[in-house]
């Protein structure tokens, strides 16, 4: 949960207002802080950031073969481990903190699974200029927790998951960062104006304060994360 005490334009998008689905008879189920578009959540599509889901599985769960074109998209594991199968021949799983990333080009088939008692995993969908890349040969890649830099700020810990030092290379123009904070810890970060940012609170309570120069989260709890997107 998250208070914002207002200077600028910032929204805030209870889970009761984001969009919901499910999977598998119900065996996965997902909010979205953006769906797509027929789906009913208030917020669209942020420059580059065209979908957002956070899927929770308690046990087993498949997500059929399906097909995808010219999006290029993430499956990042929060909790448990999910696991990819696709017509390119690659067959993986990843563990939490890790990430399955597919640039889909001229279209490719694949499946998801949850593995484990419980699996918290985001699937995050950029649009990098869709007439252009549709013609690319798709690919996949996986990426370990450890494969991502990491760096400390006053008790704050901040894991880069697209953006500089990060294995993952988009055409996509986006930043992605995993950000720990300690309570009754503040993290602050300055945007570059007429830059968008989008901000999903993972687990913990606390404030958000915009201000001129960006905005700043104060903790009030142990340990609080947050996943943000921001386009360059």
Known sequence: ????????????????????????????????PIGFPHEGPEIKNLGPLFYWAWATAKGYGKIALHPHQAFEIMSYALEGEIGHYDSLGNRSRVKAGGAQVMQTGSGV?????????????????????????????PTYNEYKNEDFPTESQD???????????????LVSDVIMKDISIEQDRQFQYPP???????????SGKGL???????????????????FFASRL
């Open 109 to 137: 088939f694949h499946e998801e699974e949850t593995v484990g008692d419980h699996t918290d995993f985001f699937q995050i969908w950029f649009d990098p200029a869709l007439r252009r890349t549709i013609h690319d040969e």
């Open 208 to 226: 958000l304060f915009d201000m001129q120069t960006g905005f700043r989260l104060d903790s009030r709890t142990t340990v609080r994360r947050y």
């Open 192 to 202: 570059d104006q007429g830059k968008t940012l989008a901000l999903v609170v993972i």
């Open 155 to 169: 008790g704050a810990t901040l894991k880069t998951i697209i953006g500089i030092g990060s294995p993952v290379t």
């Open 1 to 32: 949960m998250i208070q914002s005490q207002a200077v600028l334009d910032f929204k805030i998008y209870p889970p009761e207002a984001q969009g919901v689905g499910q999977f598998d008879g119900g065996r996965i189920t997902k909010i979205k």
